[in-house]
């Protein structure tokens, strides 16, 4: 056992995007029932958990070079000084549950370090990365300092993780290599599905703005009761996107197949709601561009391209436009 003060242990969380988002109308609870394949991504939240300097939690808190939330801070649309260091802050509710959970009622001096890459409101589900990985890094934290007698599986983690959020127990099996999962339900409801053998490679481009998931479903249920948007209709499983990533090969002929797949339920209300986004959108036209898609609740847009060489291309070209943009890989196998 090593002591608290030589410890320091770190987890990855990848962000998502929703390839497929099916949603149903609203309940009477106010929640939409979902089908959606969840799919991770190489960006990815890192959180530490190392000894503290006073009896507590306490959270600090620095930007990926580089990385989209960079890029929008670069830009002054993202002040880092906004994201509360405190317990409004998802990282900090994770820890209190895992000290919770193991009965631990003095709370030790932990510090969480949160390196964000995932832009926050962007539908990647970065808040969502920081919570799996708090819960997963205190919890080994705890282990690794003597804390705790034992570690808690990942369905425990699964369990605390909806406590939090939605997304929260997807974001947990990424960041234990399962990259790709069908969620129903609110989305909690997961089912691992098989990585194909070649990634899908993209160009994610973030907005210059936030989009509030609140506001994007009530536009989905406005614009569905005034027939603007087509019907739910019954929410039943992506079996030929299914098939079509089983059977991915990365070839172009793959990628025709697999583009017309592609799902998002809350793209139209998005773009109701900052129309600003089809700019973005109509970049499917351009060369070696298979499929544009908003990312869950937007406003981040994903562009299916057909390598990492020309993502990596027509993201520098979209950066020099004055576009916040990388390159990615998705549906990646873990090995």
Known sequence: ??????????????????????????????????????????????????EGQAPGLSLSMDIVPGS????QMQAGQFDPAAVPMDERNLVYRAAALILAEHGIESVPALHLHIAKAVPVAGGMAGGSADAAAALIATDRYLHA????GVLLT??????????????????????????LALGQGTGTELQNVAAPREPLHLVIVAAQFGLSTPSVFKQLDAGRAAGEYPASGELVEPVELLSALNS??????????????????????????????????NLRESEGVYASLVSGSGPTVLLL??????????????????????????AILHH
Do not use: W
């Open 154 to 179: 990942q369905t425990d983690y699964e369990r605390l993780a909806a406590q939090l959020g939605a997304d929260i127990p997807f974001s947990v099996r990424a960041a234990l290599g399962q990259t």
């Open 248 to 281: 991915y090969d990365g070839s172009e002929g793959a990628l025709a197949s697999l583009a017309p797949l592609l799902r998002n339920d809350l793209q139209a209300p998005a773009l109701s709601c900052a129309p600003q986004l089809e700019q973005t959108l």
């Open 68 to 71: 989209l939330v960079d890029q």
């Open 145 to 148: 300092t003597g804390r705790t």
């Open 1 to 50: 056992m090593s002591t608290a003060s030589q410890t320091a242990i770190s987890v990855d969380a990848p962000g998502k995007v929703n390839l497929y988002l099916a949603v149903g109308d609203v309940r009477p609870d106010g929640y939409h029932p979902l089908t959606t394949l969840f799919a991770a991504v190489s960006l990815t939240e890192t959180i530490t958990v190392s």
């Open 305 to 330: 391209v057909s390598s990492q060489a020309r993502a990596e291309a027509l993201a520098s070209t979209l950066r020099a436009a004055g576009n916040h943009a990388v390159s990615a890989v998705s």
